[in-house]
C-alpha cells in the first residue's frame, strides 16, 4: 500500500513540474518516456522501472536535435535529476550509465501524453 501511495504523490508532483519545464526539458523528458516505454515492450517486465541505456539516450536526443552539444544535455539531465523527475544508475561491472523516469509503469504514458500537449503547445506560441 505505501509503495502505491508513493506513485501517486510522485505522479502528482511530476503534474506540477511537467506543467513549468522548458521547451528543451520537456523534449527530453519526452524522448526519455517514449525509450523507456519501448524498453518494457522489450523486457516485458511486470514491477520496477525500465532503464535506458545513457549512450542510446544522447544518441536519440542528438538525432532529434533536441540539443547542441552533450554537456547541454547533461546539464538539462542533471537538473531534472536535482527535481526528481529521472533517476540515474551505473552498473558497476560494465560501466554502463542508464536512465529512467520513477514512476509505475502505467503511469510513463500518461506522462508521455501531458509532455506532447506541452511540446505542442510550446510549438504553437512559437509559430505565432
Known amino acids: ?9 510522485d505522479y ?7 506543467k513549468s519545464l522548458a521547451p528543451k526539458h520537456a523534449q527530453t523528458l519526452e524522448t526519455l518516456a517514449q525509450m523507456q ?4 515492450k522489450v523486457k516485458k517486465k511486470t ?3 525500465d532503464y535506458v541505456n545513457k549512450k542510446d ?10 540539443t547542441k552539444s552533450g554537456a547541454q544535455l547533461q546539464s538539462i539531465l542533471d537538473e531534472l535529476c536535482d527535481h526528481g523527475m ?6 558497476y561491472t560494465t560501466q554502463q550509465e542508464s536512465l529512467c523516469i520513477p514512476t509505475s509503469r502505467k503511469k ?9 500537449k506541452s511540446v505542442i503547445a510550446e510549438n504553437e506560441v512559437i509559430s505565432k
Not at 108 to 116: D, G, K, N
Open 1 to 9: 500500500m505505501k509503495i502505491q501511495q508513493k506513485q501517486v504523490l
Open 86 to 91: 529521472i533517476r540515474w544508475t551505473t552498473d
Open 108 to 116: 510513463v504514458p500518461e506522462i508521455l501524453h501531458s509532455l506532447q
Open 47 to 49: 514491477e520496477g522501472y
Open 57 to 66: 539516450f544522447n544518441r536519440k536526443c542528438n538525432s532529434k536535435m533536441i
Open 37 to 40: 516505454i519501448s524498453e518494457g
Open 12 to 18: 502528482e508532483f511530476m503534474q506540477k513540474v511537467l
